[in-house]
């Protein structure tokens, strides 16, 4: 009975000790109360206006909702800044008669993160990802603005992963 109230004690504290560090988002405790997001400026070659508005607010909204800390316009604690650096449509396969079957719009990122708590964990990154569409197609649009969906949940999630979750 003894050995039972102990190996179940220890059990009990285990458990405890270990939900108090895991969450759902993924986000790894952090001593941070507040961040902040500056503008992402458009310095790709090729230009499409408006997309620096919208992954700015897209970075803002993902830290949001997958955390507790406070979206301020100075002085965060978390400052994460950057441009997009490109912005390309390429040609990914072709048809028989060597024309574009489909085509590939890949926007990269580039990142500066810094923690003023820790700065061990701050870093400069380039993030990027792609959607591939048929080359039938023109990027506008509904068709656009679902390319700029996937691509920008994407970097956001990998720009979160890598400065508060640590994968």
Do not use: H
């Amino acid at each position: 009975m003894k050995y039972t109230i102990i190996a179940l004690t220890l059990l009990f504290s285990l458990l405890l000790n270990s939900c108090g560090v895991y969450n759902f988002t993924g986000a790894k405790p952090v001593n941070a109360k507040t961040f902040q997001v500056n503008y992402f400026q458009n310095n790709a070659e090729l230009i499409e206006p408006g997309i620096e508005r919208t992954f700015t607010l897209e970075l803002q909204d993902i830290i949001q909702s997958q955390t507790n800390l406070n979206l301020v316009s100075q002085g965060g604690e978390l400052l994460y800044e950057g441009e997009i650096v490109d912005y390309r449509i390429s040609p990914m396969t072709a048809t028989a008669d060597q024309r574009a079957a489909q085509n590939r719009l890949t926007i990269a990122v580039n990142v500066r993160f810094s923690n003023r708590n820790k700065e061990d964990d701050n870093f400069e990154k380039r993030f990027s990802f792609f959607y591939d569409f048929d080359a039938n197609q023109q990027l506008v649009g509904s068709q656009l603005t679902t390319a700029l969906d996937v691509i920008f949940e994407r970097i956001t999630q990998d720009i979160f992963n890598e400065s508060l979750a640590k994968w």
